[in-house]
């Protein structure tokens, strides 16, 4: 059975830091794109950051140089590093899986991912 159980997220003041964790279950994830997502109230899921199953990157605009995206394939984890965070990172993030490559496709394409994590809430306050 297909599992994805994030964990890390919590409450930080601008300029801090984060790490949050996605244990996957009934797959590997190194032969699978993986990716970040996040929905703040209001908005729309936006994608954050992707590794497909080449281990290429792409993230969004607003995240690039502050985010880190990589797969743990010893511990069959996906992790995410968030540096320097503002408090327009405040949201809702989820981990996600998709059958597809490469990864700029599905940073744009949430509804490419096909198996979904509960999500773990970040608040950055100012």
């Known amino acids: 059975q297909v599992r994805l159980v994030e964990s890390g997220g919590g409450s930080v003041q601008a300029g801090g830091s984060l790490r949050l964790s996605c244990e996957a279950s009934?797959?590997?994830?190194?032969?699978?794109?993986m990716g970040w997502f996040r929905q703040a109230p209001g908005k729309e899921r936006e994608g954050v950051a992707v590794?497909?199953?080449?281990?290429?990157?792409s993230y969004a605009d607003s995240v690039k140089g502050r985010f880190t995206i990589s797969k743990d394939n010893a511990k069959n984890t996906l992790i995410l590093q968030m540096n320097s965070l503002k408090p327009e990172d405040t949201a809702m993030y989820y981990c996600?899986?998709?059958?597809?490559?490469?990864?700029?496709?599905?940073?744009?394409?949430?509804?490419?991912?096909?198996?979904w994590g509960q999500g773990t809430q970040v608040t950055v306050s100012s």
């Open positions: 590794i497909d199953s080449q281990a290429s990157t």
């Open positions: 009934g797959f590997s994830v190194s032969a699978y794109s």
């Open positions: 996600a899986t998709s059958a597809y490559d490469p990864a700029r496709y599905i940073l744009d394409r949430p509804g490419a991912c096909n198996r």
